[in-house]
């Protein structure tokens, strides 16, 4: 086993001001790698905190990933006290020189001394091109061990780990085989899905594992094979999933990198069907949950965002009579809304919702929680109540989860 | 000067399967209790991996903040652990065991051994009632040191933290007093906002910080003052934000704890005005940030999503010759779009988008980014393009923000 830890520099993120993305994306990037991650630490900008993480480090781990403290602005203090670490002098790039004149020629800027030492990098190590930035970053190999520096930019960072570090980490250590297989489901909670297919996870073999990524009432279920054959691992993942997939086919979406936004667009698409949303308490988010994929114009035609009654009325052919017997929160509301949208925006499918999305507005017969959702199309139209449990935004996500899963179902013909 | 140390431990953020939220949380409100945040420290549940984490933690800070392993599923191996770090018995605490009980009997489920498992600590531990969960904090003191302990589950640790430790740690430890003031600005980049302050900045006394928070073209500065005496340092701090206010003032919609979306809202309260949202290319999201906003029923009446030209002439009263001649993205398009969405919803004030948002679509003419947005009320309509180059989905917040900003402007009527 290959064993890495993550070593993050920045008093930014020591004060709260910024997350710590890096070391996330990091980790995941070296898990599918086979390498298993044993440490994640943040130092400040200071030698001796970065000396002793180093240090520190170098007993526990075989790779080592730094980020930050590469800028001009913090007197590049993690590329000296590098070069400290190793006892390495520091020499310039003459390459990486090169260019940066070009960089702040092209700009029409002058060039500092503080850019000049962008260039210099210690002795010891091999530089690494960094394609989106006047950083470079820098490899070291000591006792068979591997120290990579690269500056906290996540996307500079994450560009230098594709160009280079993970290749050069695959040919540096022997690694294992790793294959994932990832399954999306939608609209079963964590708990019922683990209980659902318990007897197949207890059957797992050990090079086999099983992760539940729940996020907004979707639980990716992401199955890991490791071993020392590629084609024998990548079948039995493979074949696993084609096991647990009869006891929860009703829920799954889709597989590996897909959203459900990106599924319910491909559905639609297949399907040749267009669709308006008719949108109350998630006041467009549904519409930006079509708009945000490339393309969607092809089956989102619009919506309308009817906040108040009189937009109910108007755009949407909301009966008056209705609003005033049953209320905006109502089965007889939402049906008229998804089918008044389908008309009003001449779509195959229409869908609406309605409810309290809070803090304010409940009432002991409706409490905030109570929201309506419906879809319509030429075969009729179905709408489902439901009693949510959480702040307002969460609300609005949850339901607008729970419409895209409607239509889901609906156009799939799954009851469930 | 009190420092501190987080020691998150979980093997789920290890692997990257989730981001490590609470560092930042506690950070910032250790950061903001006057305590300097040393380090971050994230192990596996592994026995000498927190052991040694806890030793290195002892030597270098005077408070460990220590998070997760306290779940029932994981053996409960961060409290066994501590207290084999701290040579202390484990002890049933009965009032805790009392809470469980009566926690399972509500919910009528049968308690298990491991769920009375949660009510023992170390003997040398003092309980933390934990509000929200099955799992308590703990806290423990050696040397004049503090360690707490506590779920990793992000609101379980906050309100633990609100309850007890920041408190707690107040009364143990002599801190400086913090103010901060925060200014918000929005529509003026890091760097020229930067350039504009750079003489009132280089001119700040060391006891005042300055941070600049960048986030979707809005930059919060926030000013950190530190010392001895609050008032005097309260009036420093404000002394400051007046200096550097008129600097900028065009461009700031708010101070301290506020967001552009709730600035908007107080604003269009404030003056008794309602708007609607004519949306194509942001696709629900300008109205996102307003409904996403409770009380937002009060001012936003609703919008319209024009995706397609058909919605943008019928619901919209877009001319079609309009669209023929000028196509979806041009001045005269958008600025029909938000005159027909005001008279449609019957607004004080109308707002529209229309753009490529990308990856595909763009022209020599009108390339990927370009976006026409427009503000219509009683006096006129203005419009303006933008240029952005960023993905589609970061083309869309742009835009909101960019929308929003807009409201504020032609609201109060500045002019830039």
């Not at 308006?276 to 092809?298: D, L, N, P, Q, W």
């Not at 409940?362 to 009693?387: C, M, R, V």
């Amino acid at each position: 086993m290959t064993f890495a830890e993550i070593l993050t520099i920045g008093d930014e993120i020591l004060y709260g001001q910024i997350l710590n993305t890096n070391a996330q994306w990091l980790s995941t990037e070296l898990t599918n790698l086979g390498v298993r991650v044993k440490h994640h630490t943040t130092v400040s900008d200071q030698e001796q905190a970065i000396l002793d993480a180093l240090t520190h480090a170098e007993q526990r781990a075989d790779i080592v990933l730094i980020t930050g403290g590469l800028g001009p602005t913090k007197d590049d203090i993690t590329k000296k006290t590098l070069a400290k670490y190793f006892d390495s002098d520091m020499v310039m790039h003459e390459g990486w020189l090169a260019k940066l004149e070009a960089y702040f020629a092209k700009r029409g800027r002058p060039m500092v001394e503080t850019n000049r030492l962008q260039a210099t990098i210690p002795k010891v190590a091999t530089l690494l091109d960094n394609r989106l930035g006047t950083a470079p970053g820098m490899w070291f190999e000591r006792g068979g061990k591997v120290f990579v520096s690269m500056p906290g930019i996540p996307h500079e960072m994450e560009c230098l780990m594709q160009d280079h570090v993970l290749n050069l980490l695959r040919q540096q250590f022997t690694l294992p085989f790793i294959h994932h297989k990832v399954i999306h489901t939608v609209a079963i909670g964590e708990a019922f899905l683990a209980e659902r297919i318990a007897h197949w996870e207890d059957a797992l073999p050990p090079h086999i594992r099983l992760a539940y990524l729940p996020h907004l009432f979707q639980v990716r279920l992401r199955l890991t094979g490791i071993g020392q054959d590629l084609a024998a691992i990548q079948q039995e993942v493979e074949a696993e999933a084609q096991k647990v997939l009869p006891l929860i086919e009703k829920h799954v979406f889709g597989f590996d990198n897909i959203t459900l936004e990106e599924a319910i667009g491909n559905l639609l698409l297949e399907q040749g069907k267009t669709v308006a949303t008719a949108e109350s308490c998630t006041g467009g988010y549904v519409g930006h949950s079509f708009t945000k994929i490339a393309g969607s114009s092809r089956y989102f035609i619009g919506g309308i965002m009817a906040y108040s009654n009189e937009v109910k009325i108007n755009q949407l052919g909301v009966k008056k009579e209705t609003l005033a017997v049953h209320g905006a929160v109502s089965e007889e509301t939402i049906r008229e809304m998804a089918e008044g949208v389908r008309k009003a925006l001449n779509t195959d499918i229409g869908v609406a919702t309605s409810g309290i999305a809070g803090p304010d507005g409940g009432t002991a017969e409706k409490p905030i929680g109570t929201i309506w959702i419906a879809y319509a199309d030429e075969n009729g139209t179905h709408s489902q109540k439901l009693q949510l449990p959480f702040d307002r935004l969460r609300n609005i996500y949850f339901t607008t989860v729970l419409v895209l899963d409607l239509i889901r179902r609906r156009v799939q013909g799954i009851e469930i």
